[in-house]
Structures are given as C-alpha cells and as structure tokens.
C-alpha cells in the first residue's frame, strides 16, 4: 500500500525536489569552468606568493622582513612614483577621452560614419598586448617613424631623445590608451544605447542641449560602467609591465629598466634571485588593487540594485 | 658561494619541513630537520676543494642549449659525431640582457630538475650568478687536461674565473680594436693615430674640415667598454667573491670622460646606436674611426652597413701617449657553460672542449674572433682570404687578443645597462660625460648591492 504511494509520490516529486536542490545549475555550468581556471591560474598562485611574501629562502615565517627589504631596495621609491605619475596620466586620458568619444560617437547621426569610426577605435584592442608595444616601438623612433615629422617638430631627432626618462610617463600613457581605450569606447557606446530615448527625448523636448544631455543624463547614468571601467584600468595600471619591459629592451636599456614595482618584482625573482622579496613587491600590488576596488565600490554603490 | 648553494638545497626540504611543523608544532622537529638540511646540503655542494658530486650518470641524450648562431656548431658536432645522441635546443644565447638562462636556471633549482648538460650564452658574466646558484661545474679540477686550457688566448677565461675555479669557457674574443676608412683617410692625408690623444686631435681637425663625418659612436650600451675599459678605467673592480670597489673618477677615467665630451660636442662622436635605424640611414657612410669589437668587421660593416669591399681595415686601438703598457677594452664574447647535475658529464666535457677548440667549428664556420688560440689562427686566415678588408686585419685582431686589460671586473650586474640606463639619457640631454661620472659610480654601487655584493671604499 505504502509502496506504490511513496513509489509514485516520488516519481511526481523527484523532478520538483531536484530544481529545488539546485535551482540555477544550467548558469553554474557555464560558471564553472571559469571558477576552475580562476581557481588554478588566480587563487593558487595568489596563495603561494603570499605564502612565499612571509617566509625567507629556507621557508622559515619572516615576518615583514620580505616587505622592508623590497621598501629599501634603491629601486622601490623610484617605481613607485613612475606608476603613479603613469597612473595620473593614463586614468584621466582614459575617463575624459573614452566617455567623450562614447557621446560624439553615440551622437553621430550617419551610421556609416558610426560604424567605421567603432570599427576604427576598436582595431588597436584586437593586436595582443606585447604586439602593439612593438608597434610603438617604431612610431617612437624618428628615422622610421610615419609621424616622425611630428616628432622633429617638437625637438626630438632620435630615438634616445624622445624616450627620454621625463617623457615616458606620458609616452607609456599614449601606448595604454591606444591599445585599450578602444574597447572600452565600444562598451561606453553599448552603455549609452540602453538609456532610454524616452528620456532623452524628454529632456530635449524641456529645451536641454547635447552638453547638458550629456552631462544630467547620460554620465550620470554611464557612472557604473566608468567606476567599472577605472577599477579595471587602475589594477592594469599598477600592474605595468610589458610596455616598459620591450621599451627597455628595444632602447638596449636606456629607458624603461625598472620602471615599473611590477618589473621590480621580476627582477628580485630572476636577476637578485630573491622570489621571497619578489613575492612581497606582488603582494602589495594585489593589496593596493584590492583596496582602491574596495574604495570605488563603496562610494559608487556599484552593486546596489536599481 | 657554499653557503647560497646549501639555502638552495635546503629550500625544499625546508619547504616540506614547514607544513609538517604546522601540524606537529613540535620544536624538536625542526632542529632535526634543520641538521638533515644541513648535511644533505653539504653532500650536493662537494668539498670545497673545488671537485664537485656528480650526479649519477645515465646514458641518456645531450641536452645542448644555443642560441641560433651557434646552432651550426652543435648541429656540426652530431653530423661529425653520429653515435652521441643530442636533444639540441635554441633559445635566445641570454642576449640583450633577456636573463633567460638565470631565470629557467633558478626555476630549475626550484623543481630540483630539468638543466641543460651544456649551455651556450652571448653573456660573458654568467659565472658571476651561476656558480652561485650552483649550476656550473668546475672545469679546471680535473674535466679538462690544462694543457689544453693553456690554449686560449691570455685572459680570455678571466670572465669565467672565480676564485681561481674556472667555471666556463669562452666561446669568442671581442677585443677591440680601431676600425677605419682606408680610402678616406688617404684621400684626406690623415694618419692612423696611435695615441688617444692624437686620436682627440685628429676628431678635432675633422669637425672642422670634414663636418658630419665621424671618428666614433657614443651612443652604445658598450660605449664604457669599447673607451673606458681600453682607458684604463676601472669603473669597478671584483675584490671578493661578494665584494666589489667602485671608482669612477679616477684620472683614466676622467681623462677618457673628457675625450668622449669633445668629440660628442665638435659631433665628430654620434650619440646613436651604431644598431639604430638612424645610424644605419643617416651616418653610416660617414665613418672615418670607429673604434670597436672584432665583430664590427663582419657583423657591423660588413653585415648591416654593407660597406663596400676595400674600405674598411683595421688598426691597434690608441693608448695614452708615454704608457708602456698597451690595452684594449672587449664587448661581449660568449661563453660555454657545464651543468654541475649533468647526468651526461663524459659526453658532455667532450662536446664542450670540441665546440670551443675544434678547428673545423671555430676556425672555420665561427662567426667570432675564437678565443682558443690556435683555431683564431686559421680564422684569421680565412679572413684574410676572403679580400674584403682594405688592410690585413690579422696582425691588429691578434696583438690585441692578448691586450684586454685585466683590471675591468665582471660582476653579476650588467655594466652595459648601468650605463644605458645612467649615463647614455643624461647624455642625451646634453650633460657631459665627466658631469655624470659620480651618478654611474652611485648607480653602480646601488645594483652591486642589490646583488649582493659588499661595495667598498
């Protein structure tokens, strides 16, 4: 009696309990082999440089001793001050110029100009990073340079003069944004289109103009994807490597060679043969991003639910 | 040296060692671990006599790392020697200061496996780090006979020399030597000058006789080695095995700065790369003097400037005027290093004393002015046959061979980037070289140290 009862009442229950146990495993599936990779390439690693950031070549715990030797090394200070300097450069750059040619671009009205310009902005971000560094390589370089007229307008006649030190916070900036500001107008314009032409229409309709449509309404509603955008390009930012890293190497060393805590790192790694130091000048970059993400989130609301 | 080997061997038992304090907390442990550590350590690094352990030997292929040029030597070698088997890799011979080599090396220290039995390097400073990191073997205590070590040209294995250990061999000498327009300095009535004095003189009179035209470049990361190192200047000098001295305002050095600072103002001394497109498009055809490594000849005029045939010759290098004792400076020069975890070492010291000796590889297919004296002789001679300088270049290459001048250290760090990254853009912005010799003797203490190195008065 019981039986068939429990035999039935689970058939009919089984589906039901089943996508009450596990509700949105369809979504779980596609996340899983990102949370795999995040895990193996992200979390490990992570979790071993802190490992190494605390202890001494013997894997003895060494307290700090790994941070204030990284502090006092001659090349920290200096490293410290180019990325920030680089960071000025490349966070303003990014934030003025990508959200202004989003708005002109959103507010062309041929779209054949429209396309060709996205396409435009957009070819730069499909070369591989170390690729389009080595296309910089050539434009900063006078003699074989197609803007090289540009370039002797401005005093600078060879190579070694145009990548002088003062210079190349400004020059790594220019590399930055051309390589990656592009992708980033194509995601600004997507963002632009979600807002609503009511709206706009509305606020053109009460007498507002492009500047303070831009300004009322559509900034305001891009704030997200901006504060997306900048925590991104800072954690990128800090994390500068390959463009002083191939600039050093194409100048034979006479411009980028410890630029940057990040090649700092590498060379306590490969050239002082001192990981544990290496791995504490990492830690700090992680913590630095860590935090400044913190900060942005927490000021812009950015998970708060509309 | 000991000491930094036994940390290495001692990282990963101590690694090992740590977790398992984690769940024991037990003191006692860690001192028993601690000794273990110790003597297992003392076993890998050998007595310090110099003799090494050699790991247990297998018969097993070749691992041979070269860069591409040298390719042609290991695949000689197997063509020539068909019953030893090679696993031959290329990669990029460590040039322009990429640290490959150190850096896999390292990384193989980590995993305790995976080294090359033998490896080529365009770096002739690689023993400063890898007898440390304990990856070279020592070849003078019993690898190879020292009669044929005495075979290499006077001080050609000094980069690889530490302590009296020899650590690898040296593939090529780059002596330098001066190099010149013979034509043009006939056609102009100019001698070849013998002093660096008259050297300065002869730059002056051609800025203003001959402006553009050029008696040498400035501009090189190998500019403190082709002037200062042949000048005498002794920018630093290795005292220990981890203690240097830095001076860089000595007389020589002065003198030699002050030269460099005239001739780079009368424009008669380029401040561009002779590697750069500038140089290569712009300035050339308008070298007079151009005082440099042996490889100039084949790779530089011969290779990128395409100078014509009958042009170019060669002359000792200048020296101050009244000094008994003629030097040269040296760029570069590979070196062949052995794997101390060489499971191969029979086959392997075999194939290192062909690859450096033998006559059918450095004498005749080698690129570079051989170190080994013999095999230089029948390159040299293969030069001179092949009529494409205006003069016979021998007599300069081979007295200079025996000239570098001992007293440049070697160290760990790159003099090559300490210079580019110091005095090359302070340069450019129109400081003179003597200006900036206190900030090359600052910034050469400051990366001695952050290798380690004490830096003394």
Same mark, same amino acid.
Request: proline share 6%; net charge positive.
């Given at each position: 009696?019981?039986?068939?009862?429990?035999?039935?009442?689970?058939?009919?229950?089984?589906?039901?309990?089943?996508?009450?146990?596990?509700?949105?495993?369809?979504?779980?599936?596609?996340?899983?082999?990102?949370?795999?990779?995040?895990?193996?390439?992200?979390?490990?690693?992570?979790?071993?440089?802190?490992?190494?950031?605390?202890?001494?070549?013997?894997?003895?715990?060494?307290?700090?001793?790994?941070?204030?030797?990284?502090?006092?090394?001659?090349?920290?200070?200096?490293?410290?001050?180019?990325?920030?300097?680089?960071?000025?450069?490349?966070?303003?750059?990014?934030?003025?110029?990508?959200?202004?040619?989003?708005?002109?671009?959103?507010?062309?009205?041929?779209?054949?100009?429209?396309?060709?310009?996205?396409?435009?902005?957009?070819?730069?971000?499909?070369?591989?990073?170390?690729?389009?560094?080595?296309?910089?390589?050539?434009?900063?370089?006078?003699?074989?340079?197609?803007?090289?007229?540009?370039?002797?307008?401005?005093?600078?006649?060879?190579?070694?003069?145009?990548?002088?030190?003062?210079?190349?916070?400004?020059?790594?900036?220019?590399?930055?944004?051309?390589?990656?500001?592009?992708?980033?107008?194509?995601? /600004?314009?997507?963002?632009?289109?979600?807002?609503?032409?009511?709206?706009?229409?509305?606020?053109?309709?009460?007498?507002?103009?492009?500047?303070?449509?831009?300004?009322?309404?559509?900034?305001?509603?891009?704030?997200?994807?901006?504060?997306?955008?900048?925590?991104?390009?800072?954690?990128?930012?800090?994390?500068?490597?390959?463009?002083?890293?191939?600039?050093?190497?194409?100048?034979?060393?006479?411009?980028?060679?410890?630029?940057?805590?990040?090649?700092?790192?590498?060379?306590?790694?490969?050239?002082?043969?001192?990981?544990?130091?290496?791995?504490?000048?990492?830690?700090?970059?992680?913590?630095?991003?860590?935090?400044?993400?913190?900060?942005?989130?927490?000021?812009?609301?950015?998970?708060?639910?509309? | /040296?000991?000491?930094? $080997?036994?940390?290495?061997?001692?990282?990963?038992?101590?690694?090992?060692?740590?977790?398992?304090?984690?769940?024991?907390?037990?003191?006692?442990?860690?001192?028993?671990?601690?000794?273990?550590?110790?003597?297992?350590?003392?076993?890998?690094?050998?007595?310090?006599?110099?003799?090494?352990?050699?790991?247990?030997?297998?018969?097993?292929?070749?691992?041979?790392?070269?860069?591409?040029?040298?390719?042609?030597?290991?695949?000689?070698?197997? +063509?020539?020697?068909?019953?030893?088997?090679?696993?031959?890799?290329?990669?990029?011979?460590?040039?322009?200061?990429?640290?490959?080599?150190?850096? +896999?090396?390292?990384?193989?220290?980590?995993?305790?496996?995976?080294?090359?039995?033998?490896?080529?390097?365009?770096?002739?400073?690689?023993?400063?780090?890898?007898?440390?990191?304990?990856?070279?073997?020592?070849?003078?205590?019993?690898?190879?006979?020292?009669?044929?070590?005495?075979?290499?040209?006077?001080?050609?294995?000094?980069?690889?020399?530490?302590?009296?250990?020899?650590?690898?061999?040296?593939?090529?000498?780059?002596?330098?030597?001066?190099?010149?327009?013979?034509?043009?300095?006939? +056609? *102009?009535?100019?001698?070849?000058?013998?002093? *660096?004095?008259?050297?300065?003189?002869?730059?002056?009179?051609?800025?203003?006789?001959?402006?553009?035209?050029?008696?040498?470049?400035?501009?090189?990361?190998?500019?403190?080695?082709?002037? /200062?190192?042949?000048?005498?200047?002794?920018?630093?000098?290795?005292?220990?095995?981890?203690?240097?001295?830095?001076?860089?305002?000595?007389?020589?050095?002065?003198?030699?700065?002050?030269?460099?600072?005239?001739?780079?103002?009368?424009?008669?001394?380029?401040?561009?790369?002779?590697?750069?497109?500038?140089?290569?498009?712009?300035?050339?055809?308008?070298?007079?003097?151009?005082?440099?490594?042996?490889?100039?000849?084949?790779?530089?005029?011969?290779?990128?400037?395409?100078?014509?045939?009958?042009?170019?010759?060669?002359?000792?290098?200048?020296?101050?005027?009244?000094?008994?004792?003629?030097?040269?400076?040296?760029?570069?020069?590979?070196?062949?290093?052995?794997?101390?975890?060489?499971?191969?070492?029979?086959?392997?010291?075999?194939?290192?004393?062909?690859?450096?000796?033998?006559?059918?590889?450095?004498?005749?297919?080698?690129?570079?002015?051989?170190?080994?004296?013999?095999?230089?002789?029948?390159?040299?001679?293969?030069?001179?046959?092949?009529?494409?300088?205006?003069?016979?270049?021998?007599?300069?290459?081979?007295?200079?061979?025996?000239?570098?001048?001992?007293?440049?250290?070697?160290?760990?760090?790159?003099?090559?980037?300490?210079?580019?990254?110091?005095?090359?853009?302070?340069?450019?912005?129109?400081?003179?070289? $003597?200006?900036?010799?206190?900030?090359?003797?600052?910034?050469?203490?400051?990366?001695?140290?952050?290798?380690?190195? +004490?830096?003394?008065?």
């Amino acid at each position: 009696m019981s039986t068939p009862s429990t035999t039935v009442g689970g058939r009919a229950g089984a589906p039901r309990a089943r996508r009450a146990w596990w509700p949105g495993r369809a979504g779980h599936a596609f996340v899983a082999p990102y949370v795999v990779l995040l895990i193996a390439f992200g979390v490990v690693p992570t979790v071993y440089a802190i490992d190494f950031a605390f202890t001494d070549a013997t894997g003895r715990f060494a307290g700090l001793a790994n941070f204030t030797s990284a502090a006092a090394d001659f090349r920290f200070v200096p490293a410290i001050g180019h990325v920030a300097l680089y960071l000025l450069f490349w966070l303003v750059a990014l934030v003025v110029l990508v959200v202004g040619l989003a708005l002109l671009l959103h507010g062309l009205t041929a779209r054949a100009a429209d396309r060709t310009l996205r396409f435009l902005y957009y070819i730069p971000g499909a070369l591989a990073g170390a690729a389009s560094v080595m296309v910089w390589l050539f434009m900063l370089d006078p003699a074989v340079s197609p803007a090289g007229f540009l370039l002797r307008a401005f005093g600078l006649g060879t190579f070694p003069q145009v990548i002088a030190p003062g210079h190349l916070p400004i020059l790594l900036a220019v590399i930055a944004f051309w390589t990656g500001a592009g992708g980033w107008i194509v995601v /600004m314009y997507g963002a632009l289109n979600t807002i609503s032409t009511d709206v706009l229409e509305a606020a053109r309709i009460d007498g507002a103009g492009p500047w303070q449509i831009a300004r009322r309404i559509q900034i305001p509603l891009l704030r997200k994807w901006i504060v997306y955008m900048v925590i991104l390009a800072f954690a990128v930012g800090t994390q500068l490597f390959v463009e002083p890293q191939l600039l050093s190497q194409a100048s034979n060393g006479v411009a980028g060679r410890d630029y940057s805590p990040n090649q700092l790192s590498y060379d306590f790694a490969f050239q002082n043969n001192n990981v544990n130091t290496a791995a504490a000048v990492s830690v700090e970059l992680l913590v630095v991003g860590l935090v400044v993400a913190g900060l942005f989130v927490a000021r812009s609301g950015f998970f708060d639910a509309d | /040296m000991t000491v930094k $080997v036994r940390a290495d061997g001692a990282r990963t038992s101590g690694r090992a060692r740590r977790r398992a304090a984690f769940m024991a907390l037990g003191s006692a442990f860690v001192l028993a671990a601690a000794a273990a550590c110790g003597s297992g350590s003392g076993g890998t690094t050998g007595g310090t006599q110099g003799g090494f352990r050699e790991a247990p030997q297998t018969a097993g292929p070749l691992t041979v790392w070269v860069d591409s040029t040298r390719l042609a030597a290991a695949q000689l070698y197997q +063509k020539q020697h068909p019953t030893v088997k090679m696993d031959i890799v290329t990669y990029d011979g460590d040039a322009n200061g990429s640290n490959y080599l150190q850096t +896999k090396v390292s990384l193989f220290n980590r995993t305790r496996k995976g080294w090359p039995d033998v490896v080529f390097s365009t770096q002739n400073n690689e023993a400063s780090w890898a007898v440390q990191a304990g990856f070279t073997a020592p070849l003078n205590k019993g690898l190879i006979p020292q009669s044929t070590l005495s075979g290499w040209a006077p001080n050609a294995n000094a980069p690889c020399t530490v302590n009296g250990t020899l650590y690898c061999l040296r593939n090529d000498l780059s002596q330098t030597v001066l190099w010149y327009n013979a034509p043009l300095m006939k +056609k *102009w009535g100019y001698e070849v000058p013998k002093t *660096w004095e008259g050297f300065e003189a002869l730059g002056q009179k051609v800025a203003a006789q001959h402006p553009g035209y050029l008696v040498g470049s400035a501009g090189d990361s190998f500019t403190p080695e082709i002037y /200062m190192w042949a000048g005498k200047c002794g920018a630093n000098q290795i005292t220990g095995s981890r203690s240097i001295t830095v001076d860089t305002t000595s007389a020589n050095c002065t003198r030699m700065a002050s030269l460099l600072d005239t001739l780079v103002k009368n424009h008669t001394m380029t401040m561009s790369s002779v590697f750069s497109s500038d140089f290569d498009k712009n300035q050339a055809d308008k070298i007079l003097m151009l005082p440099g490594p042996a490889w100039f000849g084949g790779a530089l005029f011969q290779g990128t400037f395409k100078t014509p045939a009958g042009q170019v010759a060669a002359a000792p290098m200048p020296q101050w005027s009244g000094d008994p004792n003629p030097t040269v400076g040296n760029v570069g020069g590979g070196t062949w290093l052995l794997s101390a975890h060489s499971a191969h070492i029979k086959p392997a010291t075999d194939f290192l004393t062909w690859v450096t000796t033998a006559n059918d590889y450095q004498g005749k297919v080698a690129p570079g002015y051989p170190a080994y004296a013999s095999a230089a002789r029948t390159w040299l001679a293969n030069q001179t046959a092949s009529h494409y300088y205006a003069n016979d270049i021998s007599g300069p290459l081979q007295t200079a061979a025996g000239q570098v001048w001992s007293g440049w250290g070697y160290g760990q760090f790159s003099q090559e980037a300490i210079w580019a990254a110091t005095v090359t853009p302070g340069m450019t912005a129109g400081k003179t070289v $003597v200006s900036l010799l206190p900030a090359w003797k600052t910034a050469i203490a400051n990366y001695a140290r952050a290798d380690g190195y +004490k830096v003394g008065p």
